[in-house]
Nanobody, 120 residues
Framework: QVQLVESGGGLVQAGGSLGLSCAASARTFTTYRMGWFRQTPGKERDFVASISWSRGSTNYADSVKGRFTISRDNVKNTVYLQMNSLKPEDTAVYYC?????????????WGQGTQVTVSS
């Protein structure tokens, strides 16, 4: 069982920055990869970024490339999402997720979500 607790959401003006954190209860060697997703009302949850615990390899959605940076601290079992040059369309509930398998792309555990609101 992996418990994930997000923090750092809030309200920011367009063009501003915000950082999110996700603390994982399980030790990093039990999970393969961590991801950030986001969801707005009435829409599906979308992939934002992911990172592997071991090598730190990253993937980003095209919509956030160059603006968002995902990173991890293996000692603290924490994953971060630094969001710069924020746009109103980045407004969403952001979820942290943990993926156990190196082959199955599905994410197995999810945090409770944190609201990010970008005002124009």
């Amino acid at each position: 069982q992996v418990q994930l607790v997000e923090s750092g959401g809030g309200l920011v003006q367009a063009g501003g920055s915000l950082g999110l954190s996700c603390a994982a209860s399980a030790r990093t060697f039990t999970t393969y990869r961590m991801g950030w997703f986001r969801q707005t009302p009435g829409k599906e949850r979308d992939f934002v970024a992911s990172i592997s615990w071991s090598r730190g390899s990253t993937n980003y959605a095209d919509s956030v490339k160059g603006r968002f940076t995902i990173s991890r601290d293996n000692v603290k079992n924490t994953v971060y999402l630094q969001m710069n040059s924020l746009k109103p369309e980045d407004t969403a509930v952001y979820y942290c997720a943990a993926r156990l398998s190196t082959t199955n792309p599905s994410y197995d555990y999810w945090g409770q979500g944190t609201q990010v609101t970008v005002s124009s």
